[in-house]
């Protein structure tokens, strides 16, 4: 430090040195230029483990599982002219060239007979606007009828609807959300609407932390200017460490622009990190040098100063570029990158401040205004003098300053809690609880399933998890392949069930044509995901729900099986345990009392009956032959009663 000393106060070392540093300055403020911005929050997960990765490609083979909710409060959903307009909305989000599937009210697909060539038909749940008051009746009756559209895409009250728009995958979430937003609003500026889902959340994120940082910065540089004009009274002075710590700032940003590092939301606070940090490097010299000043040439005072203070600054600043360097060891990649350029902007500050500084001070041979110092420094030695004379008391006064904080450290809650993270009316805020109240909720989980899922035994294995799962009380809805083949076998037998054979289930995948199959099963069919909606929302709960869902898959999940038949008592009592699952979800749907063990369900339909009156059941099969419940129709009554009466023996 005492060779630079003597360097530093040569005009021509001076006027070198500026002219360095104008020259990098310069060109990091045109880097900045070709500067990125990053507003994804998955970004903040660690890429390297193995769940993640599994999410990213299931991101990939499915689509995205990343989806944007747009809700909507309306009077009647089955007004004509709101129906029109939702539906030019749906075509237009689809249409958008950003959104891989777009699923509303209007174009959900419904399984219905086809009276003239049989079989089933694909036909959209909203096939014609009514044109009176029976037809929007009759709308609302079959739209409230069908259980895969109520709680999904209009609430149980009929007040609300939902939009789920699916992201292509790699598409930027806040360019996808301002374009939903947009055609939105332009579509229905006079309703309520609310903005849920990961797109409209990281997106609100990213704009209200710059639009804060954008307020916090000037008051910040504001606060440090206040502080230095009235410890230096030197209006040129503050200047020259503000612009100091400026263009290491810039030095720091310029370099993530020149190797393409994308600017993310924890980086925005860097600015305000180094201006409160770094500025200190700049303030200490300037006060020493000021010191000496009073007594010394000003040459002579500055060598004094960088001596003095030059080793101080040089391991103040290498320390805490160290602190920062320290969270590259962290998981996550914006915390790292946080880390590592905003500790390079320290260095750059220090390195300004040993070099920058001084040749301004050279060239501008800066003096301070003395009045008030002598003031100061009186004031200042006095509560010195104190302290060092009534030690036990200092230490009182110190300890009762710093015990209450203390022990409310411990009260501090850790846990990440979804709804904390924004305030009481914020949009997100608005659109869990609307997501809450109105859909049970907004969490989505995917659980995948490999296996050959054109395959009944699996289908049905898919959907005993899928039933065990809806009776958790943190699960609000599950949705799996298994449910769109039995709406679909229900339209062409009667019968919501998974059919018997492989060709049937085949024969009845070829004639769904609904784009959201995309969101459960690959195009091989050969690994799908089971998409579980959780009616909880803060941290601790969605916690003990997953935890609950763990070990419900680790005890329930198939591995692998063998098909049994009829006679096989594996079969039997597999069988069984279908049956109660499937009879327990129905009940949970229903609102119905019901055991909470399928096992008990499941011994319940073990018992031996007894004999049973041949004649009863004749009768009870022939009722149910004769039912609009009997899928196959018989020619006659004879036929009929033949049947019941062999079956009855």
Same mark, same amino acid.
């Given at each position: 430090m005492?060779?630079?000393?003597?360097?530093i106060?040569?005009?021509?070392v001076?006027w070198?040195?500026?002219?360095?540093?104008a020259?990098?300055?310069g060109l990091a403020l045109?880097?900045?230029r070709?500067?990125? /911005?990053t507003?994804?929050?998955?970004?903040?997960?660690?890429?390297?483990?193995?769940?993640v990765?599994?999410f990213n490609?299931l991101n990939?083979?499915?689509?995205?599982?990343?989806?944007?909710l747009v809700?909507?409060e309306v009077?009647?959903? #089955?007004?004509?002219?709101f129906?029109?307009t939702?539906?030019r909305?749906?075509r237009?989000?689809?249409d958008?060239?950003?959104?891989?599937?777009?699923a509303?009210?209007t174009n959900?697909?419904?399984f219905?007979?086809?009276?003239?060539r049989?079989g089933i038909v694909?036909?959209?749940?909203v096939?014609?606007?009514?044109e009176s008051?029976?037809e929007?009746a009759?709308?609302r009756?079959?739209?409230?009828?069908?259980d895969?559209?109520v709680g999904n895409?209009?609430?149980?009250?009929a007040?609300?609807?939902?939009?789920?728009?699916?992201?292509a995958?790699?598409?930027?979430?806040r360019q996808?959300a301002q374009r939903?937003?947009a055609?939105v609003?332009?579509?229905?500026p006079?309703?309520t609407i609310?903005?849920?889902?990961?797109?409209f959340v990281?997106?609100?994120?990213?704009?209200v932390?710059r639009?804060?940082?954008?307020?916090?910065?000037?008051w910040a540089?504001l606060?440090i200017v206040? $502080?230095m004009?009235?410890?230096? !009274?030197?209006?040129?002075?503050?200047?020259?460490?503000?612009?100091?710590t400026?263009?290491g700032?810039a030095m720091?940003?310029?370099?993530m622009?020149?190797?393409?590092?994308p600017?993310n939301?924890?980086?925005?606070?860097?600015?305000v990190?180094?201006?409160?940090?770094a500025t200190?490097y700049?303030v200490h010299l300037l006060a020493?040098?000021y010191?000496?000043?009073?007594s010394?040439?000003?040459d002579?005072?500055?060598?004094?100063?960088l001596?003095e203070?030059g080793?101080?600054?040089?391991v103040s600043?290498?320390?805490?570029?160290?602190s920062l360097?320290s #969270?590259?060891a962290?998981d996550?990649?914006?915390i790292?990158?946080?880390?590592l350029?905003?500790?390079?902007?320290?260095?750059?500050?220090?390195a300004l401040?040993l070099t920058f500084?001084?040749?301004v001070?050279?060239?501008?041979?800066?003096?301070?205004r003395r009045?008030g110092a002598?003031?100061?420094a009186r004031?200042?030695?006095r509560?010195?003098?104190?302290?060092?004379? /009534? !030690?036990?008391?200092a230490?009182?006064?110190?300890a009762?300053a710093v015990?209450?904080p203390a022990? +409310?450290?411990?009260?501090?809650?850790?846990s990440?809690?979804?709804?904390?993270?924004?305030?009481?009316?914020?949009?997100?805020q608005r659109?869990?609880?609307f997501?809450r109240?109105?859909f049970?909720?907004s969490?989505f989980?995917q659980?995948?399933?490999?296996g050959?899922l054109t395959d009944?035994h699996?289908?049905r294995?898919v959907?005993?998890v899928?039933?065990?799962?809806r009776?958790l009380?943190?699960v609000?809805n599950?949705i799996?392949l298994?449910?769109?083949v039995?709406?679909?076998?229900?339209?062409?037998?009667?019968?919501?069930?998974?059919?018997?054979?492989?060709?049937q289930v085949?024969?009845?995948?070829a004639?769904i044509?609904?784009?959201?199959?995309e969101q459960?099963?690959?195009?091989?069919?050969?690994?799908?995901?089971?998409?579980v909606r959780? !009616?909880v929302?803060?941290?601790?709960e969605?916690e003990?729900?997953?935890?609950?869902i763990?070990?419900?898959l +680790?005890r329930e999940a $198939?591995r692998?099986?063998?098909v049994a038949?009829?006679?096989?008592?594996?079969?039997?009592?597999?069988l069984r345990e279908?049956?109660?699952a499937?009879l327990?979800?129905?009940?949970?749907?229903?609102?119905a009392?019901? &055991?909470s063990?399928p096992?008990?369900?499941a !011994?319940?339909l073990a018992?031996?009956?007894?004999?049973?009156d041949?004649t009863?059941v004749?009768?009870a099969?022939?009722?149910? $032959?004769?039912?609009?419940?009997? &899928?196959? &129709?018989l020619?006659?009554r004879?036929?009929e009663?033949?049947?019941a009466?062999?079956?009855a023996?």
């Amino acid at each position: 430090m005492h060779w630079w000393s003597e360097q530093i106060v040569n005009r021509g070392v001076a006027w070198t040195v500026i002219g360095a540093v104008a020259l990098l300055g310069g060109l990091a403020l045109w880097s900045t230029r070709e500067l990125q /911005h990053t507003d994804d929050i998955l970004a903040f997960l660690p890429q390297d483990n193995a769940e993640v990765e599994l999410f990213n490609g299931l991101n990939r083979e499915f689509g995205t599982t990343e989806v944007a909710l747009v809700g909507i409060e309306v009077d009647n959903p #089955f007004d004509p002219v709101f129906l029109r307009t939702l539906q030019r909305l749906t075509r237009n989000l689809a249409d958008a060239g950003m959104l891989n599937h777009v699923a509303s009210l209007t174009n959900q697909i419904d399984f219905v007979p086809d009276p003239v060539r049989g079989g089933i038909v694909n036909s959209t749940l909203v096939d014609a606007l009514p044109e009176s008051a029976a037809e929007e009746a009759a709308l609302r009756a079959k739209v409230m009828s069908r259980d895969f559209v109520v709680g999904n895409f209009i609430a149980a009250d009929a007040r609300a609807v939902l939009i789920y728009c699916y992201p292509a995958f790699g598409t930027d979430p806040r360019q996808v959300a301002q374009r939903i937003q947009a055609l939105v609003r332009e579509q229905l500026p006079e309703h309520t609407i609310y903005w849920g889902g990961g797109p409209f959340v990281s997106t609100y994120i990213y704009d209200v932390t710059r639009e804060d940082l954008r307020r916090l910065t000037p008051w910040a540089v504001l606060a440090i200017v206040l $502080l230095m004009m009235l410890a230096f !009274r030197d209006l040129v002075g503050c200047g020259l460490v503000l612009v100091s710590t400026a263009i290491g700032t810039a030095m720091a940003i310029g370099l993530m622009a020149a190797v393409d590092v994308p600017f993310n939301i924890v980086l925005s606070a860097m600015p305000v990190v180094l201006f409160a940090t770094a500025t200190a490097y700049g303030v200490h010299l300037l006060a020493r040098y000021y010191e000496h000043t009073a007594s010394l040439p000003p040459d002579r005072a500055l060598r004094l100063a960088l001596n003095e203070t030059g080793p101080v600054i040089l391991v103040s600043g290498l320390t805490t570029a160290a602190s920062l360097g320290s #969270f590259l060891a962290m998981d996550i990649a914006p915390i790292r990158t946080f880390g590592l350029f905003t500790a390079i902007g320290i260095l750059a500050s220090m390195a300004l401040a040993l070099t920058f500084v001084p040749a301004v001070i050279v060239l501008a041979r800066l003096r301070p205004r003395r009045a008030g110092a002598e003031r100061r420094a009186r004031l200042f030695g006095r509560v010195t003098a104190w302290a060092t004379t /009534h !030690r036990a008391t200092a230490l009182g006064l110190l300890a009762l300053a710093v015990l209450p904080p203390a022990l +409310a450290i411990s009260r501090v809650d850790t846990s990440v809690d979804y709804a904390s993270f924004f305030g009481r009316g914020s949009p997100p805020q608005r659109a869990e609880s609307f997501l809450r109240d109105r859909f049970n909720g907004s969490q989505f989980l995917q659980i995948l399933v490999t296996g050959n899922l054109t395959d009944p035994h699996v289908l049905r294995e898919v959907r005993r998890v899928a039933d065990r799962l809806r009776l958790l009380p943190e699960v609000a809805n599950v949705i799996h392949l298994g449910d769109a083949v039995a709406r679909s076998n229900e339209a062409m037998t009667g019968q919501a069930r998974i059919p018997d054979t492989a060709a049937q289930v085949a024969a009845l995948l070829a004639l769904i044509d609904d784009p959201s199959l995309e969101q459960l099963v690959n195009r091989e069919q050969s690994r799908g995901l089971i998409l579980v909606r959780l !009616r909880v929302d803060r941290a601790a709960e969605v916690e003990r729900a997953l935890t609950r869902i763990e070990e419900l898959l +680790a005890r329930e999940a $198939l591995r692998d099986f063998r098909v049994a038949y009829a006679g096989d008592p594996a079969a039997a009592q597999a069988l069984r345990e279908l049956v109660a699952a499937r009879l327990l979800a129905l009940a949970a749907e229903l609102g119905a009392d019901a &055991p909470s063990d399928p096992a008990v369900v499941a !011994r319940t339909l073990a018992l031996d009956p007894g004999p049973l009156d041949a004649t009863a059941v004749a009768d009870a099969v022939t009722r149910f $032959l004769r039912s609009e419940e009997n &899928p196959i &129709p018989l020619p006659d009554r004879a036929t009929e009663e033949a049947t019941a009466a062999a079956l009855a023996a």
